[in-house]
Nanobody, 124 residues
């Protein structure tokens, strides 16, 4: 079993930055893909960014490309999401997720494990 725990959310003004972390316990990350999704009130869960654990290939939603950066730390079994130039429309609960397959997917139903989420609120 895998447990994912997010941290690093909070309240920030537009233009500010936050760094989210996702620490995994249980089985290791090896050979899998990790992702970040977000869900705002009244909206569907949407893909934000993903990373292939072994090769390091990344993918980003168009809405965050150039502002957000996903990375991983093998030794700490941790995935990070660096968020810069935040906008009010980035306000959402951000979830870390793991897929039991090596390739990134933008579909939430293709991920197998989810964290509880961390709230990110961006004020204007």
């Amino acid at each position: 079993q895998v447990q994912l725990a997010e941290s690093g959310g909070g309240l920030v003004r537009a233009g500010g930055s936050l760094r989210l972390s996702c620490a995994a316990s249980g089985r290791t990350f090896g050979g899998y893909a990790m992702g970040w999704f977000r869900q705002a009130p009244g909206k569907e869960r949407e893909f934000v960014a993903g990373i292939e654990w072994s090769g390091g290939r990344t993918d980003y939603a168009d809405s965050v490309k150039g502002r957000f950066s996903i990375s991983r730390d093998y030794a700490k079994n941790t995935v990070f999401l660096q968020m810069n130039d935040l906008k009010p429309e980035d306000t959402a609960v951000y979830h870390c997720t793991k897929r039991l397959a090596p390739r990134i997917s933008r579909l939430p139903q293709e991920y197998n494990y989810w964290g509880q989420g961390t709230q990110v609120t961006v004020s204007s």
